[in-house]
């Protein structure tokens, strides 16, 4: 496809505003696009490489700016090209306002080159050549370049597969003088465009394509041109995360083509997402919910072949990659995810987890640290001196051959168990990097995975419905974090009880009251959230205050007040006060405040109405 007629499709869909509309002109483009279907289902939306492929043209504004600049004529520098950003707002109607008829006199010595602009783009060696070509076709555009109208006719002859090409061998531009490559490059390409296209191009490179074609659009002009239901089309962008591709089965093949469109080693997928929510409301909704800890670290997406070829992305590390929520390629910053693929990992497999930083004695570090490592092109090794991360995987989308994406959430657990499992035969327990998942009806359960989570240095719990398959991309109820604390009251503890085991010589289970007046009115009870090391200071803080006991039971005398987060306030004959927080939690001992400070019936009531 000519890129004039891209770019002329392009503008029709920019300037209609009707959803339906624009479905219709992209499918109708889609339609039309022959054999470079895959290019234009990409360039449509603004990319020049599958959503999946972390490959970047890593081209900065200045870069851009310079080879229009340089196409525009030999009296416009880049600061003139920033000088029109200023006044016009976006790069492409900059690009649209130059008159590049320049390349008539480019496009004679390219001819006389033999090669057109692929002269610019084959012969990397020869830019004083070019130089002159610009030059000497500039002698005639002094005028044209500080006249603003559309003018610009271009070749005609550039091909949206002429610019992917470019576009990506420019990408793959590295070392030193790089950047003037690319500069000449893309001076190659704007010095045959006409305004229009330059227009396209400018957006299409800086990645500010904004002509309202999202992937739903797309997803919906794929199913409309090729006439297959939307359903498949969505599945197999989820798998491949690849327009072109999805596109061109489409067409070629169909549904059953669709259909086959499987995950593959080495295409990352996009990972499923959290809300926010409370035990409460994943208790009602799925009767039963897993629970697992949930880590303070980056999300990683593991992909492990020990028979692969490498990989569509070449990495030197053969057949292992480890992707990042972005679907970016990090696996060469992280030697520790690769070293447990080795370790643990026998057949193909897809594993989504975070990984956490760590300290000597393996317990996490906040998530600070691991950005110290996440992203690391250079000095890795040093960096892994001064931080280590470790891997938790919690969930399985292949494994050995089958994609589990359907499956659920508690089947693609199994699989990863029994993945990890694989090598030498462990308890699930033993392998590192293994979360473990709980499925329970019991509240006081969750809470107490809670707790556990809090006492080993985590975030706190994810709650998952169990049976949910696994969504890339989603961010929808079936999984959620739980809420962080509202609200969170200051209660005085009244009473406590000794625990059990190895915890028999600490106070625990606190009992929280309210002022009402100069009564003490209970609350509720908080057992949760509090480490050992933390019991021992508060038994040492509450123990002078006991005025009686009962068996493990203790009466305090009000004098310690507590602050605590909960889920939410119910009205409960269990407690005097006549309501009962839920899910309450410790945050801390309110050293600064007095009983005399602490929270009242009244604005208890006031929470619990709004
Ligand atoms: P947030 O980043 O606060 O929206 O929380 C969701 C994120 O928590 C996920 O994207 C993961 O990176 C991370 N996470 C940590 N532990 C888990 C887990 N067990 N299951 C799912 N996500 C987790």
């Not at 300037?15 to 022959?34: K, N, P, Q, T, Y």
């Not at 990506?168 to 045959?192: H, I, P, W, Y």
């Not at 039963?288 to 492990?304: M, N, T």
């Not at 293994?434 to 009806?441: E, G, I, M, R």
């Amino acid at each position: 496809m000519e890129f004039a007629t891209f770019a002329d499709r392009a503008a029709t869909i920019e300037a209609e505003s009707a959803d339906l509309e624009i479905v219709a002109h992209v499918r109708d483009l889609l339609a039309e696009a022959g054999d470079d279907l895959p290019i234009v289902a990409r360039f449509v939306q603004g990319r020049v490489f599958p959503a999946w492929d972390s490959t970047t043209l890593d081209i900065g504004p200045n870069t851009c700016y310079e080879a229009i600049a340089r196409a525009a004529g030999t009296n416009v520098d880049a600061d003139d090209v920033e000088e029109r950003l200023a006044d016009r707002g976006e790069i492409g109607a900059v690009a649209a306002s130059y008159d590049f008829g320049g390349q008539q006199g480019l496009g004679a010595f390219m001819s006389g080159g033999g090669s057109g602009a692929g002269g610019a783009v084959d012969n990397n060696d020869d830019q004083d050549d070019r130089n002159n070509g610009g030059n000497g076709s500039n002698s005639g555009n002094d005028s044209n370049s500080s006249n603003d109208s559309n003018s610009s006719n271009g070749t005609g002859d550039l091909t949206v597969r002429e610019i992917n090409d470019t576009l990506t061998d420019l990408a793959a531009a590295e070392g030193s003088g790089s950047q003037d490559r690319k500069v000449d490059l893309l001076f190659g390409l704007f010095n045959r465009c006409s305004s229009d296209e330059a227009r396209y191009l400018a957006r299409l490179v800086l990645s500010e394509m904004r002509i309202g074609v999202g992937e739903g659009t797309v997803r919906d002009a794929i199913a409309e041109a090729f006439e297959v239901p939307q359903e498949p089309v969505e599945r197999a962008l989820q798998v491949s995360n690849d327009y072109g591709q999805v596109a061109e089965t489409a067409r070629e093949d169909g549904v059953d083509g669709l259909d086959e469109i499987d995950l593959e080693i080495g295409r990352p997928v996009q990972a499923m997402l959290a809300q926010a929510g409370t035990v409460t409301d994943a208790l009602e909704e799925w009767d039963e919910a897993a629970v697992e800890w949930k880590y303070d670290g980056a999300r990683i997406q593991l992909h492990y072949d020990p028979a692969g070829p490498g990989g569509p992305d070449g990495d030197s590390n053969g057949e292992t990659h480890v992707f990042s929520r972005n679907m970016e390629a990090v696996t060469d910053a992280l030697p520790e995810v690769v070293e447990f693929a080795d370790e643990h990992l026998d057949g193909p497999a897809i594993l989504d987890g975070e990984v956490v930083a760590i300290d000597d004695d393996g317990n996490p570090l906040p998530f600070q640290e691991v950005l110290k490592r996440f992203r690391r092109k250079h000095d890795v090794a040093k960096a892994r001196e001064n931080v280590s991360v470790r891997p938790v995987f919690f969930d399985c989308l292949h494994a050995d051959g089958d994609d589990l994406l359907e499956e659920p959430l508690v089947e693609r657990h199994n699989q990863l168990e029994s993945v990890l499992a694989m090598g030498p035969q462990q308890e699930p327990e033993e392998i590192d990097g293994f979360s473990l998942l709980w499925v329970t009806d019991n509240p006081d359960e969750i809470e107490a995975v809670d707790a556990d989570a809090l006492e080993a240095g985590h975030e706190g719990i994810m709650l998952k419905n169990p049976d949910s398959a696994y969504s890339p991309g989603r961010r929808g109820k079936n999984w959620q974090k739980r809420k962080p604390d509202v609200e969170t009251l200051d209660c005085v503890v009244t009473g406590a009880e000794w625990g059990e085991g190895r915890r028999a010589t600490f106070l625990g289970t606190f009992e929280l009251s309210v002022r009402d007046g100069d009564d003490l009115e209970t609350v509720g009870k908080v057992a949760t959230g509090i480490t050992d090391e933390k019991l021992e200071e508060l038994t040492e803080l509450l123990e002078p205050h006991i005025v009686a006991e009962d068996g493990t039971a203790v009466e305090l005398e009000p004098a310690v007040v507590f602050e605590v987060g909960y889920e939410e306030i119910q009205t409960s004959p269990t407690y005097s006060s006549g309501y009962a927080l839920r899910f309450p939690r410790f945050l801390g001992v309110r050293y600064d405040k007095d009983t005399a400070g602490a929270e009242t019936l009244e604005r208890l009531e006031t929470l619990f109405e709004s």
